[in-house]
């Protein structure tokens, strides 16, 4: 355990009364800044942060679970010289200006890639990152998000109560302008003090190489069949029930769509997989479903029944076909694999167990070690040639980073030559 995670631990274990009690930070250091929202004052906000130093802690606050789009609502920004900056981009939308003054700078998030492709969105795309969370991860601290990440390496104590707001609200309450405001606040004091404890634990070089990983990373590409991530749909087995299903989960996504709602508020997936289940045949028997019961749901019941008849009028030839083991889609979840194949999941237990004594060693969560979806892949599709430069081509494949290679290549194909014994 690196001592940075002892450090960790130990002030975890600690009586309560043995620990420090946190500042509140209640408001930004020079006050609540005017949002910007004009072409004027964004003009004036460029040339502040271009004429600033340093990097720049950089935010971005979304309507996640009420809009269908992703997109900023709020852009937070601090650096020195500038000071912060709280933009509205439903005033101005294009910010690739600001982006450009900021070209040459590191930019400090939290949770990098959650924030990156909505920043993307409004014209601001980070050349190199410093991501908060993901330092903390690779530290093995307990803890990381931001609130306790603060609390924890600056003594501050930030209010989170609006974390999952309605950011496309408008007017912004004052309250949330504070909130977001002191988001960026002392993120870069918290920048510094994370990277001098990864320089510490020798594990700044992999840190450079995640964050540059996410800097780099292409925004995800829509899916060929996005609706079978339907929470549920592995219970669904008949094929004609699957159609009922994608029906549905189209029809959703239309009407998501058009009243740029998150779909989820729209209609449930509980609701989907019911209907798929029943197979109702008129609007009556439709609305009989506990997940049709609710106003908004009803209002829409004839266009749910509609999906649900064209999808039980499909000829056998259009139903929804069968993945086979060789298609380019993730491994199915892993609670199937014993009933599916019970060699893949004996891999998969036997690689689980050496990634988990790994993260141990090097006190870095397994998820950080190496990327789950690697590894599922890997099990569930090992390569002939079970070397440890064939695993390490593998990992490379599939996205994995060259210090997790490194340190996770060979006892993979230890476990893995294990299970074929």
């Known amino acids: 355990m690196s001592a940075v995670a002892e450090d960790a631990a130990g002030a975890a274990d600690a009586p309560a009364e043995a620990l420090p009690e ?13 949002v910007v929202s004009d072409e004027a004052a964004l003009a004036q906000t460029v040339r502040a942060f271009a004429a600033g130093s340093g990097p720049v802690a950089v935010d971005a606050e979304r309507a996640s679970g009420y809009r269908y789009v992703p997109r900023a609502y709020l852009v937070q920004l601090r650096r020195a010289g500038a000071g912060t900056a709280l933009i509205d981009p439903l005033g101005v939308p294009d910010l690739s200006a600001l982006g450009v003054a900021l070209a040459d700078a590191e930019w400090v998030l939290h949770a990098a890639s959650q924030d990156i ?38 003594g501050f104590r930030l209010e989170k109560g609006h974390s999952a707001a309605d950011w496309s609200t408008r007017p912004l309450p004052e309250p949330w302008l504070h909130y977001a405001a002191l988001d960026v606040e002392l993120l870069l004091e918290l920048r510094d003090r994370l990277e001098a404890h990864l320089a510490a634990a ?4 992999w840190a450079r190489q995640e964050f540059a990983y996410v800097a780099a990373m292409a925004d995800p590409a829509p899916r060929s069949d996005p609706w079978r991530r339907t929470s549920g749909l592995h219970r669904v087995r008949d094929l004609r029930r699957q159609a009922v299903v994608r029906e549905l989960w189209q029809e959703r996504d239309a009407v998501a769509q058009e009243r740029d709602i998150a779909p989820g508020r729209v209609l449930t997936d509980a609701a989907i997989i019911q209907a798929a289940s029943a197979q109702p045949r008129s609007v009556p028997e439709l609305e009989a479903l506990p997940g049709f019961r609710g106003r908004g749901a009803r209002r829409r019941s004839s266009r749910w029944a509609a999906a649900v008849g064209r ?34 999941a004996g891999r998969l237990a036997a690689v689980r167990a050496a990634v988990a004594e790994l993260a141990e060693r090097h006190t870095v969560p397994a998820e950080n070690l190496v990327p789950p979806d690697a590894v599922r892949r890997l099990c569930w599709r090992p390569p002939d040639d079970l070397s440890e430069q064939s695993v390490a081509a593998e990992l490379n494949g599939f996205g994995a980073r060259p210090w997790q290679v490194e340190l996770v290549a060979g006892p993979l194909c230890a476990a893995l030559r294990q299970t074929k014994r």
């Open 311 to 344: 999808a039980l009028a499909l000829p056998e030839a259009e139903l929804p076909q069968p993945l086979g083991r060789d298609a380019d889609v993730p491994p199915p979840s892993a609670r199937q694999w014993p009933a599916r194949d019970a060699a893949a």
């Open 22 to 34: 946190p500042t509140p930070l209640l408001s930004p250091r020079e006050g609540l800044p005017a």
């Open 202 to 205: 020798g594990k700044l070089e």
């Open 117 to 154: 492709p909505s920043l993307r969105g409004v014209g601001m795309a980070p050349p190199r990152v410093f991501d908060t969370e993901l330092a903390g991860r690779l530290l093995g601290l307990p803890r990381v998000g931001l609130g306790p990440l603060v609390e924890a390496q600056l």
